[in-house]
């Protein structure tokens, strides 16, 4: 055993917490944020499913999960919602789809915040490099979520959003062809037509959100060194 061990590499362990802690963070915060919304606005069919939590048992489905850390995409068990338990059904499902993507949002900016915060304590050792490897991923993890799912092609969050902003007629017209989103989506994705827009998205963030990362790198060095 101690000689299995001894010729284990490490970095496939540290490569592997760096890509699915991320995930499951990223995944658990998005699906709960639908759930959590969806009862703010009257219905509490995921907070029944005992869905309203930070149990990541209770979100990931373990082949999307797999996909989410290699490939950067990926899928959970969907919060069950009830839009007729919304006061306005379309405008419901439209700001419980949007909650998703901007809780990605948000996570990506704490993330990034905590990653320049303690790189200066932990940029010197192994394990602390794996911590900020891990900080810095999810927050890149979240901005692809994010981008990924406001793209409007069903099942995706953003068609949701589309359809609760489209007039009446629009909406028919649309909900006609929901059914084939799926299989768009999956050429896309297959075919690689998303992977360039997805990197230029994500790009675009990074460079306009990594100020909170260089503005909590000075806080972060103004305690950690004078400590």
């Avoid at 940029?123 to 999810?138: C, I, M, N, P």
């Avoid at 909900?175 to 999956?186: D, K, P, S």
Wanted: glycine letters at 8%.
């Amino acid at each position: 055993m101690k000689a299995f061990l001894q010729q284990l590499d490490i970095s496939v362990l540290t490569d592997a917490l760096i890509n699915v802690i991320p995930a499951v963070i990223c995944i658990t915060l998005h699906e709960l944020s639908h759930g959590v919304v969806a009862l703010k606005l009257g219905d509490p069919t995921a907070r029944n499913a005992g869905r309203l939590t930070l149990n990541p048992l209770k979100h990931i489905d373990l082949f999307g999960l797999i996909c989410l850390a290699v490939f950067g995409f990926g899928w959970a068990k969907p919060v069950p919602i009830n839009m007729r338990n919304f006061k306005n059904p379309r405008r419901g499902m439209g700001l419980t789809a949007l909650a998703g993507p901007a809780a990605n949002m948000v996570l990506a900016v704490v993330f990034l915040a905590l990653w320049g915060f303690f790189t200066p304590a932990l940029y010197a050792g192994k394990v602390g490099s794996v911590v900020l490897d891990v900080l810095r991923s999810t927050a890149v993890l979240s901005m692809g979520l994010a981008i990924f799912n406001i793209l409007p092609i069903p099942p995706l969050d953003g068609s949701k959003v589309v359809f609760s902003i489209a007039s009446e007629r629009l909406y028919r017209q649309l909900m006609r062809y929901e059914r084939y989103g799926m299989i768009l989506l999956v050429v896309l994705l297959v075919t690689g037509v998303l992977s360039g827009p997805m990197s230029r998205g994500v790009t675009f963030l990074w460079d306009h959100l990594v100020i909170v990362a260089e503005t909590f790198f000075r806080l972060g060095k103004s305690v950690w060194l004078t400590a």
